[in-house]
């Protein structure tokens, strides 16, 4: 059976639909079939389901908007940390010794134990989690890795004699002196969770990669144009050269511009793709639609569509990361719990729909240890965080 492409995190989310019976019939036939495809999901599903099936027990809240209340607190990010207080989730009862799973058409029954919750013990969340850094692997051309973090090298050779190396900053260079300038070389860098790295290629384009991100790109740009391919997230600051676009691609988008800053948002596990434009110009096109962006504006696609949703947007909400700082406004807690897992390497479990839609506006430093933004989010919506390894659950205790 040909092994199914689809996100952990999707996965999760098809089983609490099903455990709160708003399972679409796609969704039912997609967890089924990855169900089958191999006995340890079984048990991954008894697991989550257990997990949410006990959430029913949490009080139900109702639903809360503070708009703007996140910036009456987010001043205290200068201000020294105190000791968390965000609370440990007792450890996994065992299951069950058999867990039967009954197939049947767009139905599952399964066996499972209770778990329990502790919101209330203090627990050093440092233990299970730390800032994220400055860190990724390349590829080289002949497949050799090299991990950026760990590696002391400050340079190497490609192929093609082309030098690559690390600053004093932890920046990758690439220098635009090979003299094998008809041959195309790639290298490839990957960004993990609760990492970040920056380059500049050959050309002098300085990128910018958030965590879980890749980029693949010539180790020098040989053609009428310059192209790489992104998965992820990625800041661009392009070397102007009007006599050679700058292309990124990513899924069915592609980005095209000559000299200027933008930001592109295109996970694998997320539904749409968003470019984000500083200044300068950039004409994107996608399944044969096109739009040009102007500076102050942000073009959304949904994959598989063609349809640009363009609006005028606070740019530093989209591009502030890689300063050093989240911002937020309006945005759901899903959302900002999104962003966190990726930086933290963690996983956040919601025990009811609605805290999904908790709303923030205010910021967050990088910097800072994830319990003291949680608890920060403690101090101003009726919300607590329990912790089990390193999953978050948000519930509330009865």
């Known amino acids: 059976m040909k092994k199914m492409h689809i996100s952990q995190e999707h996965i999760i989310e098809l089983i609490q639909e099903y455990q709160q ?3 679409s019939d796609s969704g039912a036939q997609k967890l089924q079939e990855w169900l089958k495809e191999d006995e340890a999901n079984a048990e991954e599903f008894a697991k989550y389901l257990a997990l949410f099936k006990e959430s029913d027990a949490l009080s139900k809240l109702d639903q809360i908007r503070k708009e703007n209340a996140w910036l009456n607190i987010s001043k205290s990010l200068s201000k020294p940390e105190k000791r968390s207080k965000v609370r ?24 499972q134990v209770r778990n329990d919750y502790d919101f209330e013990k203090d627990y050093n969340f440092a233990e299970i989690s730390s800032i994220g ?6 590829t080289l051309e002949n497949g050799q890795k ?4 760990e590696s002391d090298k400050e340079l190497i050779t490609e192929a093609d004699g082309t030098l690559i190396q690390k600053n004093a900053d932890s920046e990758l260079i690439y220098d635009n002196a090979s003299s094998a300038k008809d041959r195309v070389i790639y290298n490839q860098i990957e960004i993990p969770r609760g990492g970040e790295y920056s380059l500049v290629l ?4 300085k990128v910018w990669l958030n965590s879980e991100s890749s980029l693949r790109y010539p ?8 192209k790489v391919e992104l998965t992820g997230e990625a800041y661009f600051e392009v070397t102007h050269n009007p006599s050679k676009p700058f292309v990124i691609a990513s899924h069915d988008t592609e980005v095209k511009v000559l000299g200027t800053s933008f930001n592109i948002s295109a996970y694998d596990d997320e539904e749409h793709i968003s470019t984000t434009l500083v200044e300068g110009s950039v004409e994107l096109s996608c399944l044969g639609n096109k739009e040009l962006l102007k500076p102050g504006f ?3 696609v949904k994959k598989g569509d063609n349809r640009f949703k363009v609006e005028k947007v606070n740019t530093a909400l989209y591009t502030s990361w890689k300063d050093g700082v989240f911002r937020y406004k309006d945005q759901s807690l899903e959302e900002i719990c999104h962003q966190l897992s990726r930086w933290y390497n963690v996983e956040f479990f919601f025990t009811d729909y609605k805290y999904r839609e908790y709303r923030f506006t205010g910021a967050a430093k990088k910097d800072k240890s994830l319990d003291f933004t949680l608890e920060m989010i403690e101090k101003i919506a009726d919300v607590k965080f329990a912790i089990k390894d390193d999953k978050i659950i948000v519930g509330k205790p009865e």
């Not at 090299?146 to 973090?149: G, I, T």
């Not at 050959?202 to 384009?205: C, F, M, N």
């Open 21 to 23: 019976g708003r399972i």
């Open 146 to 149: 090299v991990n950026l973090e």
């Open 133 to 138: 850094t400055k860190k990724a692997v390349l």
């Open 88 to 111: 440990k989730l007792h450890t996994w009862l065992p299951y069950a010794a058999a867990v039967v799973v009954l197939f049947t058409v767009g139905y599952f029954m399964i066996e």
């Open 219 to 226: 180790v020098q740009f040989v053609g009428n144009k310059r």
């Open 298 to 300: 942000q073009a959304t």
């Open 202 to 205: 050959a050309d002098g384009t």
